[in-house]
Structure formats: structure tokens, C-alpha cells
């Protein structure tokens, strides 16, 4: 397939949270290779460092790895304070991090919904209010939230995260007004079912996969790749005019 190059975005400085692996990982690397000066923080430090390590010998800029758990929004604001200093001022955010553990809800406690909370997106809103001010400064940039097709799919079983994805949604169109005066785009993603490794090695079945096809239009499976497609037009200039946007990616299942 031809890739898109979007010159707005070589030497743009761009924060990815959740970049080591999965989805993320894929939009790290597209990044990398518009020539972009790429930031990327997560708690899985060893893929992380192989991830720089593989764009740096392809010949890219080597994109710059911070470890930081997102849940402790401290050690966020020190982390994207920190890419400020060493990159300069970031003028995009990606807040792709999350985690879609299974839980049920007989089981759920006041302390797990907080967690799952705080995973899936309290540090959404948190990265957007540390970069905002940068951005502002900058004269502008843009925001791509991460949200998931799953609770409009009415998908059961993790009642913690579809409620924080569904939240996602509602913070990308409360903040697009917010900041649209200081010219920053905020617009938010929703992933159809993409196959990551995670996805593949702990859900995939072949009638999980059966099911999946007879619901999308588009009869082929998603790969990260098509995601970060996505984040990449959202992020460059070519997008300057899309705010509070809500941008499925699903192969036509919602
Ligand atoms: N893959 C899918 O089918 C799918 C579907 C709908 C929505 N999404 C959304 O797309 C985004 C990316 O999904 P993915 O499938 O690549 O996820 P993934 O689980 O494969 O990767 C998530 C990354 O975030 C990191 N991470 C998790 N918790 C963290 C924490 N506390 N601090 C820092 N980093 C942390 C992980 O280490 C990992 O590298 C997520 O927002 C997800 O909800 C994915």
C-alpha cells in the first residue's frame, strides 16, 4: 500500500502514551518515519527500548522513551515536563493507552472501578491539561483520544472500561471546545476490533473472528497499521479544520 507522507508533521514534536507495544507501537513508528521527533512513555520498558532501538536502525529518527505509569499522575506531569525539555514543546498528543482486562461485574469493588478508571482515562484528560499550555504557546496543535467500538457494540464483561470509553468520547467533545480558542484540535479514534498481538494471543477464536466479519461491512480484519493511518491525518495540518470529531476505524461494524 502507498503511505501518505504529511510534510506538517517532519520535526513535529508528538507524544504517544502507551507506545510500546500494540496500536501505540504502530503509531510510534508511523510517526518516526514522517520524520517526526516522537515521544513515547509506558510501563513495558523492554519493548519499548527494542522499539527505539529497530526505528533508530532503520534508519529514523530515534524516537525518545520515557518510563511512566499513567496511573500516577505525578510521574505524568514530570514525564511530558521532561519531553518538553529534551524535544521541545509537544504539539501532539496521542493518548492511546489503556488496558482491557475482563472483569465481572458480581465481582467489581469500589477500589478496581477506581484502577480501571485511572487506566482508561483519567491520564487522558491529565496528558491534556500538561500540554495544553505548550501547545498554546506553539500557536496550536492536536489531540487524538482513544476510545473503543466496544460499548457501541453494547460488548459485556468489562463494565469498568466500556463506561471509561464511553467517557473518552464526552472528554474529547467537552475539551475540543475548551481549547479550540488556543487553536488546539482535540478529536478522538474509535478502534474496531484490531488484531495486536495481545488480541491474537488472548481473544482471538475462530468464531470470535466468524462473528467479527459477519458484522463488519469490510470483510478483511484491521491491523494497527490502519489505526495509526488514522492518527497521522488527524495529527498533520491536512486535518486543520476537524475538531470534536469522532472517527470510527472499524471496517463498518457500528
Ligand atoms: N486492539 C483493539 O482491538 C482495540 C479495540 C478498541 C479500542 N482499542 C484502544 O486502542 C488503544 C490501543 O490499544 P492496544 O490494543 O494497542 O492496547 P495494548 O494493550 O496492546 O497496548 C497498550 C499499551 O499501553 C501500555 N500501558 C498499559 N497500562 C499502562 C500504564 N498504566 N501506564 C503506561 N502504559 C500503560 C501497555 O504496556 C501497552 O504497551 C487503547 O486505548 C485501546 O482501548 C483497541
Not at 22 to 48: M, S, T
Amino acid at each position: 500500500m502507498t503511505e501518505a507522507i504529511y510534510p506538517s508533521l517532519r520535526d513535529r514534536v508528538v507524544l504517544v502514551t502507551g507506545g510500546a507495544s500494540g496500536i501505540g507501537a504502530a503509531e510510534v513508528a508511523a510517526f518516526a518515519a514522517q520524520g517526526a521527533r516522537v515521544a513515547f512513555v509506558d510501563i513495558a520498558d523492554d519493548p519499548a527500548i527494542a522499539l527505539a532501538a529497530r526505528l533508530a536502525a532503520a534508519g529514523h529518527p530515534e524516537p525518545f522513551f520515557q518510563h511512566c505509569d499513567l496511573t500516577d499522575i505525578a510521574a505524568l506531569r514530570a514525564a511530558i515536563a521532561e519531553v518538553g525539555r529534551r524535544l521541545g514543546p509537544i504539539t501532539v498528543l496521542v493518548n492511546n493507552a489503556a488496558n482491557d482486562q475482563r472483569h465481572r461485574w458480581e465481582d467489581m469493588t469500589p477500589e478496581y472501578w477506581d484502577e480501571r478508571l485511572a487506566v482508561n482515562l483519567r491520564h487522558q484528560f491529565f496528558a491534556i491539561q500538561a500540554v495544553a499550555p505548550m501547545m498554546k504557546a506553539a500557536g496550536g496543535g492536536s489531540i487524538v483520544n482513544f476510545g473503543s467500538v466496544s460499548w457501541h457494540a453494547s460488548q459485556g464483561g468489562m463494565p469498568a472500561y466500556t463506561t471509561a470509553k464511553a467517557g473518552v468520547e464526552g472528554l474529547t467533545r467537552g475539551m475540543a471546545r475548551d481549547l479550540a480558542p488556543d487553536n488546539i484540535r482535540v478529536n478522538c479514534v474509535i478502534p474496531g476490533w484490531i488484531m495486536t498481538e495481545r488480541q491474537i494471543n488472548l481473544w482471538l477464536t475462530p468464531e470470535g473472528e466468524a462473528n467479527l466479519l459477519r458484522n463488519q461491512c469490510l470483510k478483511r480484519k484491521l491491523e494497527p497499521a490502519d489505526i495509526a493511518r488514522m492518527v497521522l491525518w488527524l495529527a498533520a495540518d491536512d486535518s486543520r479544520m476537524v475538531t470534536s470529531g469522532l472517527f470510527p476505524v472499524d471496517g463498518g461494524r457500528i
